[in-house]
């Protein structure tokens, strides 16, 4: 049997990203490897959001980690773009697969030919270095019926789905986000028949732009927990690095959650 610690990821963010931003008032210096090693995980995304980074310098970094993915939004208009991070995945073999971030964002993947993702998807699956798998962010008010704030777009979403590994679901707003997240989860299982899936977990409240509230990143995170050992979820992607140092109630809930679980045995996949 696999462990949990196994399945738990970090969102990483250039270091100090967040300052000044969505409410936080404090400047972060923790890098997204140090973050790893703060909370004891080995796979990371890694979300540049904005920030022009040296790739090979923070793939340099991110060596003792087993798992790495790049975000890549833009290769849903221009399939190139994945190139160059196929062959960096030939430099660095713990690169393993590829996110698009915010794939939604208030409808406007409509403008994205879906041709281009499948063009993207056997780039990915079939090249000279290795298979890698192809994500996407997902969050819950772009879909399904409860609190979905474009319903429109939920007959046209289904084929922009299909040519992905695996999904991210994600909640923006925690004060009316989580408590629906067990009716969303049903949801998303039935857009996402074919895919993998992981949570994504925010210990800052972006949406409301305010720190995370403790009890409810330890209600989402045992409920994430039991989804996994149901095998119907492959793991939890806690995001950032960049408040992972401000000493905020929301990280400390999380290490404690983690190290209460981390050696928790979870179904393989």
Same mark, same amino acid.
């Given at each position: ?11 990483? =963010? ?6 000044? /931003?969505? $409410?936080? =008032? ?18 990371? !995304? ?6 022009k ?8 970094? !991110?060596?003792?980690?087993k ?8 290769? $849903? ?8 991070l196929?062959? /960096? ?14 794939f =939604?964002?208030y ?8 041709e281009?993702?499948?063009?993207? =998807?056997? &780039? ?13 962010v997902?969050?819950?008010?772009? !879909?399904?019926? &409860? ?10 979403? &289904? ?5 992905f590994d695996?999904v991210?679901m ?10 629906? +997240? ?8 039935? +857009? ?6 992981m949570?994504?977990c925010?210990?800052?409240? !972006? $949406?409301?732009e ?13 409920f ?9 979820? /492959?793991? +939890? ?11 905020? /109630? ?5 290490m404690?959650? +983690?190290e ?5 045995e979870?179904?393989?996949?």
């Amino acid at each position: 049997m696999a462990k949990l610690r196994d399945r738990l990821w970090l969102w990483g =963010h250039p270091e100090g990203r967040y300052n000044n /931003e969505f $409410g936080n =008032h404090s400047a972060s210096r923790m890098t997204p490897m140090e973050c790893c090693a703060y909370l004891g995980f080995d796979r990371t !995304f890694m979300v540049p959001v904005g920030v022009k980074v040296d790739r090979r310098q923070y793939n340099k970094s !991110f060596k003792p980690l087993k798992e790495v993915g790049w975000e890549c939004y833009d290769a $849903g208009n221009d399939p190139s773009v994945v190139d160059p991070l196929i062959k /960096e995945a030939g430099d660095f073999k713990n690169i393993t697969r590829v996110v698009f971030d915010d794939f =939604h964002r208030y409808g406007s993947f409509m403008k994205m030919p879906v041709e281009n993702l499948w063009k993207v =998807h056997e &780039k990915l699956h079939n090249n000279d270095v290795r298979p890698l798998d192809m994500w996407m962010v997902l969050y819950t008010h772009e !879909f399904g019926d &409860k609190l979905n704030k474009y319903p429109e777009t939920n007959e046209q979403f &289904k084929k922009y789905i299909e040519p992905f590994d695996g999904v991210i679901m994600w909640t923006w707003w925690e004060d009316t986000g989580v408590e629906v +997240i067990p009716e969303k989860w049903e949801e998303f299982k039935a +857009i996402t028949p074919k895919q993998k899936r992981m949570f994504g977990c925010y210990l800052w409240n !972006f $949406g409301d732009e305010k720190p995370a509230t403790g009890s409810k990143v330890e209600w989402q995170l045992n409920f994430y927990r039991e989804q996994i050992l149901k095998g119907e979820a /492959e793991g +939890i992607v806690l995001h950032t690095n960049t408040m992972a140092d401000l000493d905020l /109630e929301s990280y400390d809930v999380a290490m404690k959650w +983690i190290e209460e679980h981390a050696d928790d045995e979870v179904p393989e996949i």
